[in-house]
């Protein structure tokens, strides 16, 4: 079975523009997250997904949206970047809402 | 909302020495409480997670200690090998949800051989 995938796995970007990020779930898991991870700190919540649902949102400004697609994928958007979004941003998905959950590789932004 | 602290950031140790990495939690109604390894340029993986009703869990080398009443939770590696050399992260959630986890800000092992 393939684990968590991401897409893309290095992006860099200038401040002001837009990022589209996406995660495919391991087949049949239903939940999704996304997670901020900083050069030397742990990942910092930002979205909870659930049968294409929101379940939780993290401590982030509203310039970051997200979805679910019917096939469970789902999608991070981020908005008017600022040089404080480069980071790591790893997707997990779990079976269900109070699953073990799986990391993707993640996907480094870089903002200039 | 959630705060975890973990220590200590970085950790030194020889190999077949044991290693003790500790982390405290400040929401009671946490409940699960997951330990994650990743080693450089890779993703966090799970070795061992614990609930809130144990108070404690072993597999194989690791194991993991819960104080509920003082909201502290610790990982325990023993006979400590070069491969477990990685950066360690403890997170806590609610109802077990592991998708919503608050994580600490990691610790830096290194076993030297």
């Known amino acids: 079975d393939a684990g968590v995938t991401q897409s893309p796995t290095h992006l860099i970007k200038t401040r002001g523009q837009q990022v589209t990020l996406r995660c495919s779930p391991i087949?049949?898991?239903?939940?999704v997250s996304w997670y901020q991870q900083v050069l030397g700190q742990g990942p910092q919540f930002i979205f909870q997904?659930?049968?294409?649902?929101?379940?939780g949102r993290g401590n982030f400004p509203d310039r970051f949206s997200a979805r679910q697609f019917p096939n469970y994928s789902s999608e991070l958007n981020v908005n008017a970047l600022l040089l404080g979004d480069s980071a790591l941003y790893l997707c997990?998905?779990?079976?269900?809402?109070?699953?073990?959950?799986?990391f993707g590789p993640g996907t480094r932004l870089l903002v200039l | 909302g959630e705060n975890v602290e973990q220590h200590p950031s970085t950790l030194s140790v020889q190999e077949g020495d044991s290693a003790v990495i500790k982390c405290t939690y400040s929401?009671?109604?946490?409940?699960?409480f997951p330990w994650y390894k990743q080693e450089l340029g890779k993703r966090p993986q799970l070795i061992i997670d614990?609930?809130?009703?144990?108070g404690e869990k072993k597999d194989q080398r690791i194991a993991v200690t819960l104080n509920k009443t003082a909201k502290h939770f610790s990982l325990h590696i023993t006979e400590t090998q070069p491969e477990d050399s990685a950066v360690y992260f403890c997170?806590?959630?609610?109802?077990?949800?592991?998708?919503?986890?608050?994580f600490g800000d990691g610790t830096t092992l290194t076993v030297k051989p």
């Open positions: 997990a998905s779990s079976l269900v809402s109070v699953g073990t959950q799986y």
């Open positions: 087949s049949g898991h239903k939940s």
């Open positions: 997904y659930y049968e294409k649902e929101e379940r």
């Open positions: 929401d009671s109604a946490s409940n699960y």
């Open positions: 614990i609930r809130s009703n144990v």
């Open positions: 997170a806590a959630s609610r109802d077990t949800n592991a998708g919503k986890s608050t």
